[in-house]
């Protein structure tokens, strides 16, 4: 009886097993269009009575299918993604708003691709084009009040264009202030939402895992997005995560946050503050992040600082030709611009309120255009204060630096991309649902639980048939 009633334990203990396979597979199939489940089989071994024979088979857990190296590099990987696709967004946005196309005055190649041409109405270099003509008009006819009303008109246009760029470009930068809070209220959460995975999976470590190591790793990547993160596991399988070496999670629990603090130009910074030792470190590295920062910070200011510095050395050297004219009513000593850079500068109120006004001669002779030909000598002149450069030259040799530094991006965005999804697809070889292989796991345990039954059935069998000696 011992021998039968052990056999029939066994068998029973098969048929749970082969359920289990069968639910498993169910599980993976369900699955299939997950990009972030990994694929699971179950951990089974022999069961010992006692005395050391066999008592059957026992499933100990579920286990995923996971490369560890493979995901911690995807975890990287997307990082410098996020990083370079924050980048790009920026300096794209900064392209729109400069509203020309930026890389038209460029003699490389390769700047030939950084942009198309957006034909916006606040396009600076149109403006200086079309100020100059209009000077050397009235260099031909000093005296003629049209020509002069022209002149003023196109300066205005051009001052109009220059404010509006800094404008739109100061804008941005509280515009970034603001995604950058969005993003840290954001990643914060992402820091709840791993802690929280963390605990599931310590949880279950002891059976392999499964869904809540899938659940993990997709909360790690989530959080490496926003910034480059360091992981390490203790023994029990309880993770901590640093940021720029500033703990986080600290097994399993949040112990950190990314925070943010506006700079002395405005520009909001952000950092990773323990709130228990409250260490903190300023974001370097990767993530979506550090990658609207940087782009605010170099490629964009050095964009804005380039124009005010144009349009500050525009208004000095037009006054100091300007101010030693005479107007056509004798009078001396105005300026033709006012302001101090691209954000204020103007035309004089009081040349456009009187043509009359705009000092084009050296002497009361209506007809000399000395001075006239002097401004339109100082617009062709290269400045020792814009890099030996003309004033156009200048202009065109800064978009083409910008309009190189997004071909750069969207060049290094391409490979990014290339190497995130060879991961990826490497990944899903590992780890992804085979619905073939998955027919055929089914197919296997459908079988062995068959056999389990008949064997459960001829066990039942034998009983009958010594019940009824």
């Keep these: ?70 995901d911690e590099q995807l975890i ?17 946005i900064g392209q729109v708003l400069l509203g020309q196309q930026i890389d038209r005055q460029s003699a490389t190649p390769e700047a030939d691709t950084a942009a198309r041409d957006l034909g916006g109405q606040m396009a600076i270099a149109s403006g200086i084009s079309e100020f100059y003509n209009a000077l050397q008009a009235v260099t031909v006819s000093p005296g003629s009040v049209p020509d002069r009303t022209v002149l003023l008109l196109k ?11 800094e404008s739109r470009f100061s804008t941005l930068k509280s515009d970034t202030n603001v995604d950058l809070n969005n993003q840290i209220k954001q990643a914060n959460q992402v820091i709840e939402l791993t802690a929280r995975a963390a605990n599931d999976n310590t949880a279950v470590n002891s059976t392999g895992g499964g869904i809540a190591k899938d659940t993990l790793q997709m909360r790690l990547e989530e959080l490496g997005a926003y910034a480059s993160v360091q992981t390490q596991y203790d023994d029990n399988n309880r993770i901590t995560v640093m940021i720029n070496g500033v703990e986080v999670i600290k097994d399993n629990s949040v112990v950190g946050k990314f925070e943010g603090a506006l700079d002395e130009s405005g520009g909001l910074q952000v950092s990773a503050k323990n709130t228990t030792s409250e260490a903190s470190a300023k974001l370097t590295g990767q993530g979506s992040i550090r990658g609207l920062i940087d782009a605010r910070d170099t490629i964009l200011e050095a964009l804005r600082v380039d124009i005010n510095l144009m349009a500050s050395e525009l208004i000095k050297g037009m006054n100091a030709v300007h101010e030693n004219g005479l107007g056509m009513d004798g009078l001396t000593g105005l300026s033709f611009f006012t302001g101090t850079d691209a954000s204020d500068i103007a035309v004089n109120s009081a040349l456009i309120d009187d043509v009359r006004k705009v000092q084009l001669s050296s002497n009361k002779d209506t007809g000399d255009n000395t001075v006239a030909a002097n401004l339109l000598k100082w617009l062709e002149a290269p400045q020792d204060t814009l ?21 750069n991006i969207n060049s290094r965005l391409s490979d990014q991309n290339v190497i995130t999804h060879t991961l990826t697809q490497h990944r899903a070889g590992v780890s992804g649902v085979s619905l073939d292989e998955e027919m055929s796991s089914l197919i296997q345990y459908q079988r062995a639980y068959q056999s389990s039954a008949k064997l459960i059935s001829t066990i039942d069998e034998l009983f009958q048939t010594i019940l009824s000696m």
């Design 1 to 70: 009886m011992g021998g039968l009633l052990n056999t029939l334990e066994i068998a029973s203990s098969s048929l749970v097993a082969s359920r289990l396979g069968i639910e498993t597979a169910g599980v993976n199939i369900s699955n299939v269009n997950n990009p972030g489940y990994a694929r699971q089989r179950i951990i089974v071994e022999p069961r010992r009575d006692p005395t050391g024979a066999g008592a059957g088979v026992e499933v100990v857990g579920v286990k995923s299918l996971r490369d560890s190296i493979l």
């Design 76 to 92: 990287r990987e997307k990082s410098n993604q996020a990083y370079l696709e924050g980048f790009q967004r920026t300096l794209q």
């Design 155 to 165: 300066a205005g246009q051009l001052t109009d264009k220059f404010n509006s760029v």
């Design 387 to 407: 890099d030996k450069l003309t004033l156009s030259q200048h202009y065109n040799e800064a978009v083409a630096t910008y309009g190189q530094e997004l071909s």
